[in-house]
């Protein structure tokens, strides 16, 4: 459905009328279902990371919207003005989350995220550093990163992941300024709104040694990926099996001692 300025009655562009690549970014997901391998990456870490971050918030995500309604985006537009050409009126942070929107429109999986479309702001963006971090943190009106984040976009969080340097900078929107937010004991950054933290992994992921982008709940217990799920699983019911086959063979002693003192056990 496309919107109406009903300021100068001009029909605005929708999600199927813009651009979803520019050469730069490319339209992934935006209903909260896995991406496809994208080509606009910039680097192979990227990838991964997204899938990481969107798999293991995905449970925290089905219990606040037991309706599925929320988005996840992934180097995904958001289009926040109209220009020409209208790639340039859009951002794509590598990964952002948008609460009680739904998941398709009329049917049809996002091309991108038009703001004048949808009215509500993504509660969380994130921004992976491939550079000096600098175009991340670029505060030039009307061009800078930050500033079009800060001042128009008005995402409640905004991080800024460092991989090569193993850091991850979050910001929280006050009084319609960015405030650095500052990490609590753990050195994690709570999402009060989402009841998770933020912060550094050390480990390996899809066969990658890293410092990974990662969430934990208040407590401080990680969550888990898919895979790291089924693993868990695995685990468990492998302990299951091990602890039936020891109380198997303990049966199997005691049977074998009563008959020895010529007792025939009953059970």
Known sequence: MTATNPATSITLPDHTQLPESDGTFVSQSLAGVPPVVRTGAKNFQEHPQSILITESIKPVLQKRH?????????????????????ERGAEAPDWFYVPNVPPTLNGKMRRSYVLWQEHIAPLIVLEFVSGDGSEERDKTPWKGKFWIYEQVIHPAFYGIYEVNKASVEMYHIIEEQYQLLPANERGHYPIAPLGVELG????????????????WDLQGNLLLSGEERAEQESQRAELESQRAELERQRADRLTAQLRSLGVEPEF
């Open 66 to 86: 037991p309706d599925g309604q929320y988005c996840i985006g992934q180097d995904s537009g958001i289009y926040w003005r109209i220009t020409d050409p209208p």
């Open 200 to 215: 550094i992994w050390q480990g390996v992921y899809q066969n990658a040694e890293l410092p990974w982008l990662r969430w």
